[in-house]
């Protein structure tokens, strides 16, 4: 018998997985995103799903083993769930949003995965939003709050434990029974384990324990599948992997992403684990102080000798850190003078030379002055100036200064004279800026309290020591468009750093290599690399290019956002105060996340490698990979990670000797296409881009049996024709692809515009292609399965690109059938042909045949894609090109697109007739020019004008004009002025039309109006 399909390829609960991943964005405490930063991480839930939906068949597949229809029928049946709340949804009244579906295995599985709550569909029948947390039911896999819940994961567990153990006739009870006897056996070595006093004594009885529970781990892992990320990244993919009971692996070729892999995936599932000391033990280890300090804490001590601690892992990451902190404090601590519970920053300004020769005085280059700059609180620097010299009080309430840098050039409060960003830079580049500390921000009783720097602030800088080691590595040679500040004299990793930055970074890294001694304890590398996790951290959020948010009062850490850009005005966070944004409040979010994720006994085995070696499992060794790789050149990984890596190297160094040993991150054999790691030629990094994607595919179509799901987020045909390329050319095809409204926001600099909201999900298989196709037959195929994914897409509330990128994966499926697909003149239609074929397939389903000139036809898709909402210029290129032959040049002449900066939005009649007093009048208009002059004339109060027009243009019932306005009546929002025009006009129709004709008006010339 066949394989069966994976459920994946045929149905998965999409609305639900998409409403718990917007969730996932605001989620916090616990989450895996805020170990370390890494970017582009994709959302929990949509990994678990894919994850789950990937490795277990679908139900209804007649290939699909009884004993996996029975466990179904067991594990989510109404018999042994009170309530049965995997029931499908009923049909109900009145909601878009739920689907009456049928009860059956399938349907019981998606719901499973994701169900909406009974207070979801309750307010949705009342028509009433539900929050972000209530949408899904209590019961779903892939809900935030189930990823610890034992009984719900079991259930996933055992489902999956099914579907990889259905051999021949065994029968369900068996299967179940050796599931249970494993997980037993686990719990009792475990609890053997946990339970044994000391155990951090490297003794021959510990030892025989922990070896009893590793056998038992893996004699469960070797009937579980294996799963592969060869990108794992920031590691969502493998810890949901881990957490659904997998055997399961993980590659990035970054050492950073291996280090945040490691303290993600592995050592909370490893050693987040209890373990009991006895006094004297204890205190050899922590020393009286601490066990006073605790003992005094009931949780942890079950009698006056003992104490037990629930979390290993956590309460050592927190001693040792807190000594490191506490050492360094000792050494730098004098640096930062004032009240420690009190000042959380000192606020910092660059001051340069204004270059009028008469003046030349130092000028802070202040962008604005405000501090904080909320309704109901004003504060701000306010100048003062004494002949050349420039101070600034601080003061509450509004205020009309005039800010000195405008469009990036400083303008002279002292003789008005204008110094060229040009000059600033030059400055800046021969060192001849300095900085000034301006302000001081404290912790208040509600909010935040704002002052000058004391004498004492500012004359504790002359204490600095003569010699400072700034780290002296250099930021990566040609990559302008994510590290701005390289224009700004910033060479050097050192150069975002002020010099108590450094002296303090410097003293925490030397306690650091002094507080644990060095050993091949695999526990005590855990610990160090938290440490070093922790000096990211703290790293991170001080630096000379942070921010002040002056809205939230809160400090900004940089590269959030996938760049560096020069600032002129900086906050300094001071280490060792209570408040947040100090180093101690980088603690709490580590021990948080190990917290969070010590339940799972199942960790990931993490490699810091390029992914593609063939031999790295054997043939068909894995179950299924699951992955996301990188967006084409959307985000430098390499790059924005020599940041930490800078830092790592000097506390990694010994403990991960080969993963430090080169000066930077590994650049060239990163799967990006940035062109300045080629040679600067956009074609080389492409090519490179390329042959590695296929390369690493080729290598996973090798070692994997069942499937590979890929999740990937670009936009742009050509980041697609390479994956797309990838997978034909490895021998797979794609047999399933979803769309998600993951709804990630990457927001703010160029990196960030090629990314979808939406990450599109395709599942591959080894393809059995055969013969040639005809262009004209893939077409065809193509434009119906198109059509029917457009009306489903748009269905679910899918807009602009993404929707059109959404249809990629069911285009390719059905071209990568054949050997090749030929045009009628012999010639290979190529996968970048194809995509485009599949963009403009979807652009005329969206239409639905409207078939009018095409500047309307614009009008019309744009406003169903992106209704009145401001869009990049490339937006628009993009768009002309899905087969109208117009230019954007030709729109923007038209009025139809606004420009607003670099950004553009679609106008409305009154933005075109304004713009154009003969709008719609020309014999040769087009007919959104004609339905623009209907409704301004419909709003005018000379009916004789109107009646004659639409005798002229719009006197037929059919009169092609009027489908437009009925067009602009289903697409318009409603609260426009325009959507109430057009619905006037439809409702007054027929009567304008018998007016019209009746109308004793002179003929005038029909003007052509023809559809094509
Ligand atoms: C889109 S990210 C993965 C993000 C991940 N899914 C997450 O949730 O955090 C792609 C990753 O691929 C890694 N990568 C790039 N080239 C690689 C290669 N040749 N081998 C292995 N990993 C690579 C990058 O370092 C990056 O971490």
Redesign the pocket.
Known sequence: MSEPKKLIEVAIPIKEISAECVRDKSIRHGHISTLHL?W???PLPICRAVVFASLVPDPLDPSCPIQFKNAIKIILGKENNPNDPYKPYDDIPYTSAIDKMDDNERNRLMMFIGKYSNKFIENEKLGKSTSAKDQLSDFSLIKWDNKNNKEILSKARKLIWVAYNSKGDNSIDAILKDYENHIKSIEIAENELYNSINRHIDSKVVKELENNLNVSIESFLNKMPKVF?????????PLEAARLGCNSFG????PV?HIIQRGSLEFPQRFGKPISYSKEEFIKIYGLDYWNEKSSNREMFFDENKIEIKNRLSFDVEFYCNKLLSNTEKRVGYLYPGNKQKAIAYYWVHEATCKNPTCLAKVPLMREFYLCDKPDKKIYFNPIISGKQISFSIEKGEHNIEDWIQRKNLKCPICQNITEISELKKQFNNRDTSIKLIGVIEEGANSKNYRVPTTEELNILEKLPSEIEFPSENLPEGNNRDLHCMGWGVKTWGDIFTKRQIVFLNSLVEEYNKLLEDNNLEYDLALKTYLAIFIDRIAVSNTNLGGWHKGRETLERIMGRQALPMVFDFPESIPFSESTGSAKNQLDWIIRYIESESANEFYTKCNN????DKYQFSPKELAAVIT????YDA?A??DLSDFFYVWLKRTLNKVYPLNFSTPYTPKT????ALRHHHNNSINDAKIHFEN?LLQ?FDAIEFQTSDIVSIMFAHQSTEAWSTLCNSILGARMNITGSWALDTEYNFTGLKAGKSFLASSVTVSAKPSSKSGIGSYKDVKKAIESKVAIEVDELYRLGFRGADLLTACFGQAVSEFGKFNRVEKADGSDVTVTDLLEMARESAFNALLKGFDGDDFTKFYIGWLQLNSFSMSDYDDAVRFTRVGLSIEVNDITKENILIQNGNKQVLATYKDRISRNSKLGEQKQSTLIDISHRLMYLYNSPNRTNLLKFIEINASENESPIWRVITSLAELLPKDMEDYKLVVGLLTNKEQLIRESKSSITPKAEQSQLKFE
């Open positions: 890494w582009a991480r994709r990320d060869p990108f794992a990244g920031g590691g969502a993919i590659n990035d070729i970054n992403a490698a390029s992914s593609g996301d790789p990188p967006y985000i990984y390499a054999e990163e799967c990006t590695k690493i």
